[in-house]
């Protein structure tokens, strides 16, 4: 089952039909579905699929090359010494129909052979050029391949044609694994899993919402259990510190002082291990819309699941590992839902405005989406929005309430007040 993708499979397959060389760079965090988008997209075509490996340059080309060899069903004994040869060997095998060739986890690669990205260039350069040949780089170090693939002091800066960061599903395309949910189930098993296709499917979408809550989430022996803290040992060498940062924003803590002093660290230190998180999307930074620079930044956690697991699992470890995960889920958490839900319902109300601005079905063009809280003057007191939309010509403001039942006009009113605290751009 494939789910969403519409859009970057469209972009795909606009490169693939050029007639000439495309170099199309890949990226985003682990579990994404890169790998699943790319294997969609290469059905039916020419192609050559290699995905890299923690080991060392010469292993790496070895399977490669049996991959390349496999493909052209040449023999086994024929043997590459050099990156050179088998990307010449390539090249001089392509013909007038697109050959598409997917390097997946490139930094594995790169990392091994540090030239490896120098090669590739002058192979590029000098035997690809003119050939009907699309390559693309994919991998999952999100500022390995900004900084050393897509930035200007690449060896490949200049090469590429295209780049597709993959985000996360939104909400609509994440409830589509669950036909038979009702939009409530659909809503809070986003805000358990959010957008990440590899969580998504651990779900049952025959089983309750509850079930799969209490059976592959507060299990100890399920994958979602301790795939966050797998991820950060995998990522961090220091994970015991990002552990504490990651419990203390799912607690509440906010700004930067507030973290440290729950983990017991200095502001400074703090900083440097969230800067770390930004880098790995594990949590976000944000700061009112209409400011670029702002010491009013907050932090929250950007994964869902890493939400409710810090927020739910992890501190009742003890429990949940003696089998009393499903008693303390209906005692304690399935009761804090709806306040758990709440900031989760402010982002999907976002997705709803990004949708239908990109749709032009806004009253205006949005330009730029985001929350704010700032003083009032007059009141002398802090104000906030959940979500607000600036242009030129106008602005939009909103307040998102997770609840049954009717707004009142109050509501309506403290926006339009508090409106007038945000100069529009």
Not at 104 to 120: K, Q, R, V
Not at 212 to 233: Q, R, S
Request: a neutral charge; one cysteine or more; proline letters at 3%.
């Amino acid at each position: 089952m494939f789910i969403g993708r519409e859009n970057e499979l469209e972009k795909l397959n606009d490169f693939y039909r050029s007639d000439k060389f495309e170099m199309v760079v890949i990226y985003g965090r682990r579990r994404v579905g890169k790998t699943r988008l790319l294997t969609e997209f290469i059905k039916g075509k020419k192609s050559i699929f290699y995905v890299a490996e923690e080991n060392n340059d010469a292993l790496n080309r070895k399977k490669f090359s049996r991959v390349v060899l496999d493909y052209y069903h040449e023999e086994l004994n024929l043997t590459f010494d050099y990156w050179d040869d088998l990307f010449k060997y390539i090249g001089s095998r392509a013909d007038d129909e697109k050959l598409v060739i997917v390097i997946d986890e490139l930094p594995y690669m790169a990392t091994a052979n540090l030239g490896f990205m120098s090669i590739l260039q002058n192979i590029i350069d000098h035997h690809w050029l003119n050939k009907n040949i699309m390559l693309v780089l994919c991998g999952s170090a999100i500022s390995f391949m900004e900084n050393e693939i897509v930035s200007h002091k690449s060896p490949l800066y200049g090469r590429k044609t295209g780049q597709m960061k993959i985000l996360p599903l939104d909400y609509l395309d994440a409830g589509k694994f669950f036909p038979h949910y009702t939009l409530e189930e659909k809503f809070k098993t986003y805000a358990v899993l959010g957008g990440i296709p590899h969580y998504l499917i651990q779900f049952d979408p025959e089983r309750s919402l509850d079930e799969n809550i209490t059976g592959k989430v507060m299990n100890p022996v399920a994958f979602l259990y301790d795939e966050p803290n797998n991820l950060l040992h995998q990522e961090l060498r220091n994970p015991a510190v990002y552990n504490a940062i990651i419990g203390a924003i799912a607690s509440g803590a906010t700004r930067i002082n507030e973290i440290a002093t729950q983990i017991g660290e200095t502001t400074a230190k703090t900083n440097k291990y969230v800067s770390s998180l930004l880098e790995l999307e594990i949590i976000r930074r944000i700061q009112p819309v209409d400011e670029k620079k702002s010491r009013k930044s907050l932090y929250s956690l950007r994964d869902n699941l890493y939400s409710f697991i810090y927020r739910y699992v992890y501190s009742q470890r003890s429990l949940i590992e003696q089998d009393l995960g499903e008693a303390y889920y209906y005692r304690s958490v399935n009761d804090d839902m709806s306040q758990y839900c709440g900031r989760i319902f402010e982002e999907v109300c976002l997705q709803y405005l990004l949708r239908k601005n990109k749709k032009m079905e806004l009253p205006f063009l949005v330009e730029k989406f985001g929350s704010w809280w700032g003083n009032n003057p007059v009141l002398r007191r802090q104000e906030e929005m959940d979500i607000v939309g600036l242009s030129t010509q106008a602005g939009l403001y909103a307040e998102c309430k997770f609840r049954n039942g009717k707004t009142g006009i109050g509501i309506y009113e403290q926006l339009l007040d508090r409106s007038e605290l945000v100069p529009r751009k």
